[in-house]
């Protein structure tokens, strides 16, 4: 986003200015908003209190779309403490699991908290720039770190680029990764499996991959894809694009708004055979852009 310039073209072409917000909380309380939409995580709390023993506040608490709890820091700018400081109130969530989940279950329900995923709680820091000494600090951290630049244009438009994204996850959560990549299916649905795995994985730099019981996702900042255990034939992947401008193909592409399913996203792909997943990789790529 640093190289990126915005221009307004509705009267001529004019230049709209990226600029940091005037103080920490205004970052803060629009994305508390709109957390869903922007970072794919459920909003649980704001300034949480650790308790007088630990003696601090986590800026905002959430829960993402896989069940992962999620804790975000904000900075106005750069701040060389933002990832300390997050991996310090990291530390206390881990500790504070039965805590953390009873919040889950007052704000989001029963339901929530018993699904809640402890194997790769998520620190999102997000501030108006990192320096390359932190991008180098998160891939040395054994835990799940996203750093997030923003920018505001105007008065109406907020950026959000991802300048890095590490997901580490427990010896348990790895081994079951590897078990669900082969054995136990035939020979051609196993190749296809891969097949798709290799493919949204080689989308680009920081994509997370996470395994749930019933779906597999993979992830930038929010779930681009999920990939349901194989059935018999067919292999189906759960996209982010938008099914209305995407020209279905019946046994390939359908729409699911609305309609229930494992996983995240509103077209479901079919896959068969190696070349559907050849087919599929424009549908992948716009996915992945979207996230």
Same mark, same amino acid.
């Given at each position: 986003?640093?190289?990126?310039?915005?221009?307004?073209? /509705?009267?001529?072409?004019?230049?709209?200015?990226?600029?940091?917000?005037?103080?920490?909380?205004?970052?803060?309380?629009?994305?508390?908003?709109?957390?869903?939409?922007?970072?794919?995580?459920?909003? !649980?709390?704001?300034?949480?209190?650790?308790?007088?023993?630990?003696?601090?506040?986590?800026?905002?608490?959430?829960?993402?779309?896989?069940?992962?709890?999620?804790?975000?820091?904000?900075?106005?700018?750069?701040?060389?403490?933002?990832?300390?400081?997050?991996?310090?109130?990291?530390?206390?969530?881990?500790?504070? *699991?039965?805590?953390?989940?009873?919040?889950?279950?007052?704000? !989001?329900?029963?339901?929530?908290?018993?699904?809640?995923?402890?194997?790769?709680?998520?620190?999102?820091?997000?501030?108006?720039?990192?320096?390359?000494?932190?991008?180098?600090?998160?891939?040395?951290?054994?835990?799940?770190?996203?750093?997030? *630049?923003?920018?505001?244009?105007?008065?109406?438009?907020?950026?959000?680029?991802?300048?890095?994204?590490?997901?580490?996850?427990?010896?348990?959560?790895?081994?079951?990764?590897?078990?669900?990549?082969?054995?136990?299916?035939?020979?051609?649905?196993?190749?296809?499996?891969?097949?798709?795995?290799?493919?949204?994985?080689?989308?680009?730099?920081?994509?997370?991959?996470?395994?749930? /019981?019933?779906?597999?996702?993979?992830? *930038?900042?929010?779930?681009?894809?999920?990939?349901?255990?194989?059935?018999?034939?067919?292999?189906?992947?759960?996209?982010?694009?938008?099914?209305?401008?995407?020209?279905?193909?019946?046994?390939?592409?359908?729409?699911?708004?609305?309609?229930?399913?494992?996983?995240?996203?509103?077209?479901?792909?079919?896959?068969?055979?190696?070349?559907?997943?050849? *087919?599929?990789?424009? !549908?992948?790529r716009a996915s992945y852009a979207a996230a």
């Amino acid at each position: 986003m640093s190289g990126l310039k915005l221009f307004n073209t /509705k009267s001529g072409v004019t230049e709209v200015t990226p600029r940091l917000a005037d103080v920490e909380a205004d970052v803060q309380s629009l994305v508390e908003a709109h957390m869903e939409t922007l970072l794919g995580v459920r909003f !649980l709390a704001s300034e949480y209190s650790t308790g007088p023993v630990h003696g601090g506040r986590i800026d905002s608490l959430g829960l993402d779309e896989n069940g992962s709890p999620v804790i975000v820091e904000y900075k106005r700018g750069v701040d060389a403490g933002v990832i300390n400081q997050g991996l310090f109130y990291l530390s206390w969530l881990v500790d504070h *699991r039965r805590e953390f989940e009873h919040l889950v279950r007052d704000r !989001l329900g029963v339901t929530a908290a018993a699904q809640v995923l402890w194997s790769g709680p998520r620190l999102i820091c997000i501030a108006g720039d990192f320096t390359r000494y932190d991008v180098h600090a998160v891939r040395e951290h054994r835990r799940s770190i996203d750093l997030v *630049r923003y920018r505001l244009f105007g008065s109406e438009l907020l950026g959000l680029e991802t300048v890095a994204s590490v997901s580490v996850r427990t010896p348990t959560a790895r081994r079951a990764q590897r078990q669900t990549l082969v054995g136990g299916r035939s020979e051609p649905m196993d190749e296809l499996v891969r097949a798709v795995d290799e493919a949204l994985l080689g989308l680009g730099n920081g994509v997370n991959r996470i395994q749930r /019981k019933q779906y597999r996702a993979y992830q *930038r900042l929010r779930n681009f894809a999920c990939v349901c255990p194989p059935q018999r034939s067919k292999l189906l992947v759960y996209l982010k694009a938008d099914p209305k401008a995407v020209d279905l193909i019946p046994g390939f592409t359908r729409n699911v708004t609305g309609l229930g399913h494992h996983g995240t996203g509103d077209l479901e792909v079919q896959l068969r055979t190696p070349r559907d997943v050849e *087919r599929a990789e424009d !549908l992948f790529r716009a996915s992945y852009a979207a996230a």
